[in-house]
Nanobody, 125 residues
Framework: QVQLVESGGGSVQAGGSLRLSCAASGDLYTFHYMAWFRQPPGKEREGLARIYSGDGNTYYADSVKGRFTISQDNAKKTLYLQMHSLKPEDTAMYYC??????????????????WGQGTRVTVSS
Protein backbone atom coordinates (compact mmCIF):
# COMPACT_ATOMS: atom_id res chain seq x y z
CA GLN A 1 0.00 0.00 0.00
CA VAL A 2 1.42 3.36 -1.01
CA GLN A 3 1.77 5.90 1.76
CA LEU A 4 2.71 9.55 1.43
CA VAL A 5 3.38 11.42 4.66
CA GLU A 6 3.87 15.18 4.67
CA SER A 7 5.75 17.12 7.32
CA GLY A 8 7.36 20.50 7.82
CA GLY A 9 4.30 22.68 8.08
CA GLY A 10 3.93 25.29 10.78
CA SER A 11 3.44 28.96 11.49
CA VAL A 12 5.68 31.59 9.97
CA GLN A 13 5.61 35.33 9.48
CA ALA A 14 5.17 36.89 6.07
CA GLY A 15 8.42 36.93 4.17
CA GLY A 16 9.64 33.79 5.87
CA SER A 17 10.51 30.37 4.50
CA LEU A 18 9.49 26.78 5.11
CA ARG A 19 10.48 23.46 3.59
CA LEU A 20 7.83 20.79 3.32
CA SER A 21 8.72 17.13 3.02
CA CYS A 22 6.73 14.19 1.71
CA ALA A 23 8.07 10.76 2.62
CA ALA A 24 6.96 7.90 0.39
CA SER A 25 6.64 4.30 1.43
CA GLY A 26 8.08 3.11 -1.87
CA ASP A 27 10.79 4.14 -4.27
CA LEU A 28 10.11 7.48 -5.91
CA TYR A 29 11.05 6.18 -9.34
CA THR A 30 7.86 4.10 -9.29
CA PHE A 31 5.93 7.36 -9.52
CA HIS A 32 6.31 9.05 -12.87
CA TYR A 33 5.00 12.32 -11.47
CA MET A 34 4.80 13.82 -8.01
CA ALA A 35 3.23 17.12 -7.08
CA TRP A 36 2.28 19.54 -4.36
CA PHE A 37 -1.20 20.95 -3.92
CA ARG A 38 -2.76 23.19 -1.33
CA GLN A 39 -6.22 23.98 -0.08
CA PRO A 40 -6.77 27.32 1.61
CA PRO A 41 -9.57 27.53 4.18
CA GLY A 42 -12.93 27.59 2.43
CA LYS A 43 -11.41 27.29 -1.02
CA GLU A 44 -10.77 24.61 -3.58
CA ARG A 45 -7.58 22.59 -3.81
CA GLU A 46 -5.05 24.04 -6.24
CA GLY A 47 -1.96 22.59 -7.83
CA LEU A 48 1.33 24.31 -7.10
CA ALA A 49 4.20 22.35 -8.58
CA ARG A 50 4.97 18.99 -10.06
CA ILE A 51 8.09 17.07 -10.97
CA TYR A 52 8.66 14.32 -13.51
CA SER A 53 10.87 11.61 -12.08
CA GLY A 54 12.25 10.65 -15.47
CA ASP A 55 14.33 13.77 -16.01
CA GLY A 56 13.45 16.07 -13.11
CA ASN A 57 11.36 18.34 -15.31
CA THR A 58 9.33 20.73 -13.17
CA TYR A 59 6.19 22.75 -13.73
CA TYR A 60 4.80 25.51 -11.52
CA ALA A 61 1.61 27.43 -11.05
CA ASP A 62 2.01 31.14 -11.72
CA SER A 63 1.03 31.90 -8.13
CA VAL A 64 4.20 30.29 -6.77
CA LYS A 65 6.67 30.50 -9.65
CA GLY A 66 9.91 32.03 -8.46
CA ARG A 67 9.06 31.54 -4.79
CA PHE A 68 8.55 27.79 -4.45
CA THR A 69 10.85 24.99 -5.61
CA ILE A 70 9.90 21.33 -5.93
CA SER A 71 12.60 18.67 -5.71
CA GLN A 72 13.03 15.05 -4.81
CA ASP A 73 15.67 12.87 -3.20
CA ASN A 74 15.33 9.37 -4.55
CA ALA A 75 17.73 7.90 -2.00
CA LYS A 76 15.63 9.29 0.85
CA LYS A 77 12.36 8.55 -0.97
CA THR A 78 11.30 12.10 -0.19
CA LEU A 79 9.67 14.91 -2.13
CA TYR A 80 10.30 18.48 -1.04
CA LEU A 81 8.70 21.89 -1.47
CA GLN A 82 10.96 24.78 -0.54
CA MET A 83 8.90 27.90 0.02
CA HIS A 84 10.33 31.40 0.22
CA SER A 85 8.81 34.89 0.53
CA LEU A 86 5.69 33.44 2.09
CA LYS A 87 2.54 35.54 2.08
CA PRO A 88 -0.60 35.36 4.23
CA GLU A 89 -2.45 34.06 1.17
CA ASP A 90 -0.16 31.02 1.20
CA THR A 91 -1.96 29.88 4.34
CA ALA A 92 -3.43 26.47 3.53
CA MET A 93 -3.27 22.74 4.05
CA TYR A 94 -0.52 21.42 1.78
CA TYR A 95 -0.68 17.99 0.19
CA CYS A 96 1.70 15.88 -1.81
CA UNK A 97 0.39 13.66 -4.55
CA UNK A 98 1.77 11.05 -6.91
CA UNK A 99 0.82 9.06 -9.95
CA UNK A 100 2.40 6.04 -11.62
CA UNK A 101 0.85 6.27 -15.04
CA UNK A 102 2.74 7.61 -18.02
CA UNK A 103 1.67 10.60 -20.07
CA UNK A 104 2.21 14.26 -19.40
CA UNK A 105 0.74 15.46 -16.13
CA UNK A 106 -0.05 18.97 -15.07
CA UNK A 107 -1.55 20.36 -11.90
CA UNK A 108 -5.08 19.01 -11.92
CA UNK A 109 -5.86 16.93 -8.87
CA UNK A 110 -7.73 14.41 -10.99
CA UNK A 111 -4.41 13.43 -12.61
CA UNK A 112 -3.03 12.07 -9.33
CA UNK A 113 -4.26 9.03 -7.46
CA UNK A 114 -2.03 8.84 -4.38
CA TRP A 115 -2.37 11.52 -1.71
CA GLY A 116 -0.94 12.32 1.65
CA GLN A 117 -2.93 13.56 4.63
CA GLY A 118 -1.57 17.08 4.47
CA THR A 119 0.46 19.46 6.58
CA ARG A 120 -0.81 22.87 7.64
CA VAL A 121 0.99 26.10 6.83
CA THR A 122 -0.04 29.37 8.46
CA VAL A 123 1.51 32.65 7.38
CA SER A 124 0.84 35.68 9.54
CA SER A 125 1.20 39.30 8.46
Amino acid sequence: QVQLVESGGGSVQAGGSLRLSCAASGDLYTFHYMAWFRQPPGKEREGLARIYSGDGNTYYADSVKGRFTISQDNAKKTLYLQMHSLKPEDTAMYYCAAVRSMGWKGLHQSEYNYWGQGTRVTVSS
